[in-house]
Structure formats: C-alpha cells, structure tokens
C-alpha cells in the first residue's frame, strides 16, 4: 500500500471514531493491535508508535462527549465515594510529578511517557463504563479482543517455523534466555514487538476464554472451541520465555474459582460449574490429544527446552516477589530520594531518551518499586490508599451482582480475578504495563467491572417505572367516575 492509501486509512478510521463512538472502540482495538507489526515495517521502528493507539481513543472520547455521553467519574463516584479523594489526589501528585521529570531529564517525551504510564486506562474507564449497557456489550468487546490476540499471537509459531518476515523480527535487538539445561533460546515474540507483550497477550485471551466460556448461555460448541484455543495460547506463551504470565494464567484460575464458589450460595450453582469445566477440560483434552499425535518428534524435542523453562517459575516465583518489592525499597530510596525522580524517568520506554535504569537504579523493576522511585514516598502511599480503596469499590460491587443475572455475574467475578492478578503481576515486574495498548485493555475491564451495578439496577429502575405507569393510569380510571359525579 502506498503511503496515501495508508493515511487515506486512518482519516477514515479517526472520522467514524468520531461519528460513532462505540465502533470507534472497536476501532481502538484494532488500531492497537496492528501499530506493532506496522511500526516493524517503518524505516527506523519509529518508538511514537508504540502510543499510537491513543489517537482514535481521543477521537472516540471527543465523538461520545461532543454526543453529551457523560464521560466523567461524577456516575462512578455516585454509586460509591470511595474513589473520590484518593484518585483526585493521585491524578494531582503525577501531574506534579510529571513536572519534575521534565525538570530533572529536560525531556518533554519522558514526561509524556509518565502521564501516559499513570493516567492512560482513565479515559478507557470511562468509555468502558458507558459502553456496557447489557452483558451483551461486554462479551462482544472480549470476543473481538481475543480473535485479535488469536491473530496476532499465530505470529510466534510462523516465527517458530522459520518464516523470516519482518512483521515477526522482534523491535530492537530481541531476546534470548535460557533453558534449565542451559540451553540457548530464542524468545519469539511474532507480530507483536517484543515477548513481553505477547505473552501477556496470550495470557489475557486464555484468562478471557475462560471467562466467556462461563458467562455465555449454551453454545457448548463455543465452549468447546475455547478449551481447544486455550493449549495453542499456553504454548505460545511458552515460546516466548515469560514465565510470570504462566503464574498470571494460575493466578487467575485460582482466584476465578475461589470467586466462584464463594458465589455458589447466591446465584451459581455447582452442577453448573462443573457441567462448564467438563466442556472446557474437553476441549483441552481434544487438542492436547491432536497435538501429541500431529506433532513430530523433532518438534516435540526442540520445544521441550522451552516447557521445562516454564515449568521451572514454580521455584523463582517467590524469592522474585520477595526481591522485586520490599527487598528493593532501600536501594530505590538510595538512588532517588524519598521524593522520587519525576513521573516516566523509570517507565518503559524512557530508556530510549535518557531515561530509565540510569536515572532510577536497576532495584526500580518492580511496580511498586517504579512507583517509588518515580513518585516517591508519598506516591506510594497514595498508590496503596487508592488501592485499597478500590478494593471496597468493587466489593460493593459484588454485593449487588452476587444475587442477580448468573451469567452476569460469573462474568464480573472473571474480570475482577483478571484485574486482580494484574494487579500482582505488576507488584514484581512493571515493563509491560509500560504499554498504553496493554493499560487501556485493563482500563476498558475496570469501566466493565463498575458498570455492572447499572447494568444490574437498569431492568429494576424499567419495572418500577412501568408499575408507577400503571398505577397511575389506574388511578386515572378510578378517578374519572369520581369526576363525573361530581360534575352532576
């Protein structure tokens, strides 16, 4: 294509994200998911694009403000206040703090980076919030992200293949590690630009595979094409040598299920749970079974390295947790003051202009070691306040949804496991929520997890409107013989 068909193509994408909102979010997504192999293509490997996906996602916001949709936390606040001050006040420090890492870089692209590092799942939030009138809305969205990850994930195996295509080279100098054996490999990343972020991605579909074969009615069908899906996004992730998003795919099974047999005593019954894990577990037998019987001993040899590298994280992942938050507070301190060195010194990205491990130390790989080093002291408490705040945001949350719509609810508890293994994985390593693609993703999860009461109240607020109808209309009848009595 040439370079005016290309641009021709985003006039286009940018004009119905602002004639049409909720396509605009569609558009969003694939805008997402098409800058990392697009930005492999271009001289240099520009690093703006990386961002790029937050152009339609300003463009979709201004088309629903400008159609008077309320983009804007005062809905999320009425339903519980927690969120008020402790947001406010967060949003306050990293402008502040975004201040300071100009200051202290001279770089306006490091600043940038910072406010996008903190700030950019805000406004998917918001959109997310207003787009979900129905679970039906949600499981539309999810459905479109995890065909996108599917597509994109593919990539690793026509890397793994030998096809040498440039929209599967990793950006940069790519990554090898190394197997317990101590056999070099090669981490493949496919059409995204690094492992890092298809690992993730893979581990997202499979957690959102999970979670929409729950929600949805019937459709063993489906069912059982996602359990099939879910050993080819495992093995993907396997080729790209990020283990922790092997403990995020166990993390969330473990907290998906504890969320749900808490449930069971209100609206999820266990013979419906067990009728679904029989049809998912079918599904990965199926394909288990297909795979052991297609793929060639050569094969079965050349990834066996990779699945023993995987199996190993059982043994790192608590001494990495241990290291990654308190254990490196001290050195964080040492190098950056209890005040930090400014938001998007230490963020992803900001390696490429001057910022990074040589502002804020090699101890900062850690979340909340980032956060710290960034923000500093009082950073960090307001990250834990607002946390915790959340969190009783939610669980008011689930005291409305527990005893409503099962299907509704297995779908909100599954987002709030995702949201909450997130929220671990970035405890121990912050890199790849550097990505806006990555934090808007979660940011469009939470607006779907705190719309759920209004998702939830609408069919009420419908039946009392029309009970009030007809009780006035009855009214009405009663009163007009009174009338014409009267009126005798």
């Known amino acids: 294509m040439s370079d005016f068909e290309i641009y ?5 994408g940018l004009a119905v994200c602002f004639a049409n909102w909720r396509t605009g979010i569609f558009i969003c997504f694939v805008v997402g998911f098409l800058q990392d192999p697009v930005r492999k293509l271009m001289p240099g490997q520009p690093v703006f694009m990386t961002a790029l996906v937050g152009v339609p996602l300003a463009m979709t916001v201004l088309g629903a403000h400008l159609r008077r949709v309320r983009i804007s936390f005062k809905p999320i606040h009425a339903w519980n206040k927690s969120l008020r001050i402790p947001l406010g006040l967060f949003v306050l420090l990293v402008l502040v703090q975004t201040v300071v890492g100009f200051i202290n870089t001279g770089s306006a692209i490091i600043a940038g980076i910072g406010l996008l590092a903190y700030l950019a799942p805000l406004p998917a939030i918001l959109l997310g919030y207003q ?84 929600a949805i009615r019937g459709q063993v069908v489906v069912k ?5 899906l879910a050993p080819f996004l495992v093995g993907a992730l396997l080729l790209t040598g990020r283990r922790k998003f092997l403990v995020e795919i166990f993390l969330f099974l473990s907290s998906y299920g504890l969320l749900l047999v808490w449930s069971q005593r209100t609206a999820i019954k266990s013979a419906a749970l067990m009728r679904l894990a029989l049809i998912f577990a079918s599904g990965v037998a199926a394909a288990s079974v297909g795979y052991i ?31 990654m938050t308190m254990e490196s507070f001290q050195y964080v301190l040492a190098q950056n003051g209890v005040l930090g060195s400014g938001a998007g010194t230490g963020s992803q990205g900001a390696q490429h202009f001057g910022g990074g491990s040589r502002i804020v130390g090699g101890a900062a790989e850690g979340g909340l070691g980032k956060v710290l080093a960034e923000l500093g002291v009082p950073g960090l408490v307001l990250l834990l306040w607002l946390a915790i705040s959340l969190a009783r ?68 607020v419908f039946a009392a409107r029309a009970d009030n109808a007809a009780l006035a209309f009855s009214d009405s009848r009663q009163a007009r013989p009174l009338a014409d009595a009267i009126g005798n």
């Not at 100098?173 to 317990?180: K, T």
């Not at 059982?224 to 099939?228: C, I, P, R, S």
């Not at 040899?301 to 992942?317: F, H, I, K």
């Open 8 to 12: 021709g193509l985003v006039a286009v």
């Open 131 to 214: 787009f979900s009138r129905s679970a039906r809305d949600i499981v539309k969205l999810m459905k479109f992200y995890v065909l996108g990850s599917i597509l994109m994930v593919s990539g690793i195996y026509l890397s793994y293949l030998g096809y040498d295509w440039k929209a599967l080279i990793s950006v940069g100098e790519g990554l090898i590690a190394f197997a317990p054996t101590g056999e070099k490999l090669v981490l493949y990343s496919g059409f995204f630009r690094s492992p890092e972020i298809a690992a993730w991605h893979a581990a997202a579909a499979v957690c959102s595979l999970i979670v929409l074969s729950a």
């Open 224 to 228: 059982l094409a996602a359990g099939a």
């Open 293 to 323: 019987y297609l793929a060639s001993d050569v094969t079965a040899t050349n990834v066996l390295p990779y699945y023993t590298r995987g199996a190993s994280v059982q043994q790192d992942v608590g001494e990495r947790v241990s290291v």
């Open 393 to 460: 945001y939610l669980w008011s949350v689930l005291s409305v949804i527990k005893e409503g719509d099962p299907q509704l609810s297995k779908l909100a508890l599954g987002l709030l496991a995702f949201l909450v293994t997130n929220g671990f994985v970035y405890a121990i390593a912050h890199q790849v929520f550097g990505d806006p693609f990555v934090l808007i993703i979660l940011g469009f999860f939470l607006g779907f997890v705190m719309a759920m009461p209004r998702i939830v109240q609408k069919p009420q």
